[in-house]
């Protein structure tokens, strides 16, 4: 469990957001922000946004990754110390996780280049790559507003 001072970790309200820039293109590999309540907001590599609520296995599955996640043990960015602005043309990711809300809000964030992800901690890999995957059953969202899915803003 996420160890919270201040924080009912059993019923506070959470976020997961990943978020990335750079690469070749410059645009990253997409950005997903994911609510305790179910809800999902993509934005593809085309930069296509779209919001639609998750499953409850999907959803699960990333608040497994969530639990196992030390936040508080997390650096603030990993990166090699030969390359600090992870030139040239990497991605940048960065990873929050919020939990609660208002004054008894607590925010982590973590953030690392391509060639120093071997440095970033498993549980903080995990929860982006659990997010991430969620992301990525949304790269065509744009087609599935009408399905009530995914709405295109």
């Known amino acids: 469990m996420l160890a919270l001072a201040g924080v009912d970790e059993q ?12 690469g070749l293109s410059g645009r990253g590999a997409g950005a997903v922000k994911v609510r305790s309540g179910g809800e999902i907001e993509v ?15 999907a959803l699960a ?8 996640a030390r936040p508080t043990r997390w650096r603030s960015r990993y990166f090699m110390p030969d390359n600090p602005t992870g030139c040239c043309d990497q991605v940048s990711t960065t990873l929050a996780v919020i939990r609660g809300t208002g004054p008894a809000e607590k925010r982590f964030v973590t953030g690392w280049f391509d060639e120093s992800r071997r440095l970033v901690p498993h549980d903080a890999l995990a929860l982006q790559e659990a997010a991430m995957d969620l992301a990525l059953q949304d790269q065509g969202c744009a087609g599935k507003g009408r399905e009530g899915r995914g709405k295109a803003r």
């Open 61 to 68: 599955k990333l608040g497994q990754a969530l639990r196992r």
């Open 43 to 57: 934005v593809t590599l085309s930069g296509q946004r779209c919001e639609r609520r998750l499953e409850t296995t």
């Open 11 to 22: 019923s506070a309200p959470w976020r997961v957001e990943v978020t990335t820039y750079g």
